[in-house]
């Protein structure tokens, strides 16, 4: 079962728009909250990443915009860039176990127009 | 500083083979990971070994083996190949710290026919 639900499955922006990608989550477990960019024919590499106690943390042009009672985070890329096409995880990592393990959204593919 | 290294790239079995994918990784990690990646199911956990010697079940481990070799090293197994495994295969490490990234090896594409 998908205990990070993300959405859009995809999404098309025009150069310098602002995108978008939302996910929500059902256990109060989760205390960690990392965001990943993926390339084609690359691995993911971690972007920006939260923890609940904080209601927003911005990295440039990335800002993860988190909602603790609604159990929503999201990740608003501005001024986006042809550069920033690439597919896009949100995660979390269960705070009671004992692992690091991730668990990983679905995935949105960004499509940056010029 | 090569991070972390997945081989093969490109494999094409026939269903009921078997085959290991290999992983290293050169960051003095203890913990690592094995993922599939899957189109529209973004990436589920297969195993994962928090220390040397030691390995733990995710999502999906129904149908892989996995060996924590050393440190560096984690190898997943195939034993008898199925359709349902064709997918892209991620190898990644992070330190034992909550917080920590984890750091991806570029996959092992895996179509089984």
């Known amino acids: 079962q998908q205990q990070v639900k993300q959405s859009p499955q995809s999404l098309i922006v025009q150069k310098g728009g602002i995108s978008i990608i939302n996910c929500a989550y059902e256990n109060t477990a989760f205390d960690y909250f990392p965001w990943y960019q993926q390339f084609p024919g690359k691995g993911p590499a971690l972007l920006i990443a939260?923890?609940?106690?904080?209601s927003e943390k911005k990295e440039g042009r990335f800002t993860i915009s988190f909602n603790k009672s609604a159990k929503q985070f999201s990740l608003h890329i501005m001024d986006s860039q042809p550069g920033d096409s690439a597919t896009y995880f949100c995660a979390a990592t269960p705070g009671r176990d004992s692992s690091y393990k991730l668990i990983f959204g679905s995935g949105t593919r960004l499509l940056v127009r010029p | 500083n090569a991070g972390v290294t997945q081989t093969p790239k490109f494999q094409v079995l026939k269903t009921g083979q078997s085959m290991t994918l290999q992983c290293a990784q050169d960051m003095n990690h203890n913990s690592m990971y094995w993922y599939r990646q899957d189109p529209g199911m973004g990436l589920r956990l297969i195993y994962y070994?928090?220390?040397?010697?030691?390995?733990d079940k995710g999502e999906v481990p129904n149908g892989y083996n996995v060996s924590r070799l050393n440190k560096r090293e984690f190898s997943l197994r195939l034993e008898s190949a199925a359709p349902s495994q064709t997918s892209v295969y991620f190898c990644?490490?992070?330190?034992?710290?909550?917080?920590?990234?984890?750091?991806f090896g570029d996959g092992t594409r895996l179509s089984i026919l």
């Open positions: 939260i923890r609940p106690d904080v």
């Open positions: 990644a490490s992070s330190l034992d710290r909550r917080g920590q990234p984890q750091h």
């Open positions: 070994s928090a220390s040397e010697g030691t390995t």
